[in-house]
């Protein structure tokens, strides 16, 4: 991973979005964003020793249709009243030196926690135009529902059979950190 400064980075949720992409009856996608997220990354003196854990509200979910995110929230999914967040936390950065990475670590997801890998790209430092030291960072990763005992579904009637919603979750992930304005005057 290309240099960072070392220090704790705060996430910045207003400039991050957390999206998510399922098929829907084969044939179509589902696309959807979380709206609360927080979290930290701590970088180290190289990538070896940085860290990232991330919480999502999971009842901010928002796929643009009420009904549909009502359904999500229930116990047929992500049961957002026993499990409110789901939470990444980072294991092991693996990364080269052209800024492009894998992100592995532990989601938990309506209490089922399981390894997950992510590849990311860093996409550089920067001090704004509000003197705020910044990083910004993609990612993206796909996991299986159903390992995260995110069971629920519908046959389709048609000839050539299938279901409702897919197992496959495509995640993309676009992320701002922000550097405490102490640290970053060190930067």
Do not use: C, Y
């Amino acid at each position: 991973m290309t240099a960072m400064t070392p220090g704790t980075w705060n996430l910045d949720a207003t400039h991050t979005d957390v999206d998510f992409t399922v098929r829907h009856a084969g044939i179509s996608k589902v696309r959807g964003t979380f709206n609360a997220v927080e979290g930290a990354l701590v970088v180290g003196e190289d990538h070896n020793a940085s860290s990232v854990k991330v919480t999502i509200d999971a009842n901010s979910i928002d796929t643009g249709q009420p009904d549909r995110d009502g359904h999500i929230k229930s116990a047929d999914f992500f049961e957002t009243e026993a499990h409110p967040n789901m939470i990444f936390e980072s294991t092991e950065v693996r990364g080269d030196a052209a800024g492009e990475f894998t992100l592995v670590g532990q989601l938990t997801i309506k209490g089922v926690s399981q390894p997950v890998e992510l590849k990311a790209e860093f996409g550089g430092q920067t001090i704004d135009a509000f003197g705020m030291t910044r990083a910004g960072f993609e990612a993206t990763g796909e996991i299986s529902r159903k390992e995260f005992n995110i069971n629920w579904n519908a046959p389709l009637q048609a000839a050539a059979g299938g279901v409702l919603v897919s197992d496959t979750v495509k995640i993309q992930i676009d992320a701002s950190f922000v550097l405490p304005a102490e640290e970053g005057a060190q930067a």
